[in-house]
C-alpha cells in the first residue's frame, strides 16, 4: 500500500503482517511432537538394549538365537524409523520459525554457528521442501528396508523386485543429490 492509504490500509497491513504469529501454532506443536518421537525411540532403543542382554547367553539354541536378532535387526530399523521422523518434525518446526517468524540468530552469528548443520538453516520454502524431502526419502529407504529384512523369497520373481526395489533406491538417491542432479 503507498502512503496514502490511510489510518485503515496501516491498520489492515500491521494486522495482516502480525497475523503470521499464527505459524507457532504449527512450530510449538511440531516441537513438541518432536520431542515426544525422540523419546518414544530413545525408549525403545534402551529396551532394545536390555532385551539383548540375554542374546548371549548360552541356553540359547541357534534357531532362538536367529529368531532374536532378525527381531532385533527389525527394532534397530524401527528406532532408526522413530529417530528420522522426529528429525523431520524438527526440521519443519525450524524451518516455519524461520520462514515466518524471525531468523534464528544463534545457527548464523552465535557461538553454535560452528557446530549448527546446514541443514537447520532454511532459506526458503523451496529449501524447507527440498531438506524434508531428503528426509522423508530417507525414511522410506529404512522402511523400504525394513520389509526387506522379512521378506520371503518364494520365486525368482521376488528377489528380481527386491533387485528393482533397490535399483529404485538408488536411483532416488541419485537424483536427490545436488553433485549428482
Known amino acids: 500500500m503507498t502512503k496514502n492509504t490511510g489510518k485503515i490500509g496501516i ?11 499464527v505459524v507457532l501454532f504449527a512450530v510449538i506443536a511440531s516441537l513438541l511432537t518432536s520431542l515426544a ?7 525403545d532403543a534402551y529396551y532394545l538394549v536390555i532385551h539383548l542382554l540375554g542374546y548371549a547367553s ?8 536367529n529368531v532374536l536378532r532378525a527381531e532385533t535387526i527389525t527394532h ?3 528406532i532408526i524409523d522413530g529417530y528420522l521422523l522426529a528429525t523431520v518434525l524438527l526440521i519443519f518446526a525450524l524451518g516455519l520459525y524461520e520462514l ?3 531468523r534464528i540468530d544463534l545457527a548464523k552469528d552465535g557461538a553454535e554457528a560452528n557446530t549448527a548443520s546446514n541443514v537447520l538453516i532454511i ?10 524431502a531428503k528426509v522423508i526419502l530417507m525414511i522410506l529407504i529404512v522402511r523400504f528396508f525394513e520389509h526387506a ?7 525368482p520373481l521376488d528377489l528380481l523386485y527386491l533387485a528393482a526395489g533397490i535399483a529404485l533406491i538408488g536411483l532416488a538417491l541419485y537424483l536427490t543429490d545436488e553433485k549428482g542432479a
Open 149 to 155: 529384512i522379512s521378506m520371503k523369497f518364494h520365486t
Open 123 to 132: 532459506n526458503s520454502l523451496d529449501d524447507l521442501k527440498a531438506r524434508l
Open 11 to 21: 491498520l489492515f497491513e500491521s494486522f495482516l503482517w502480525k497475523s503470521r504469529f
Open 37 to 43: 518421537v525422540f523419546f518414544i525411540a530413545t525408549v
Open 76 to 78: 534397530v530399523v524401527e
Open 58 to 65: 548360552p541356553a540359547l539354541d541357534a534357531a532362538e538365537r
Open 100 to 102: 515466518f517468524i524471525s
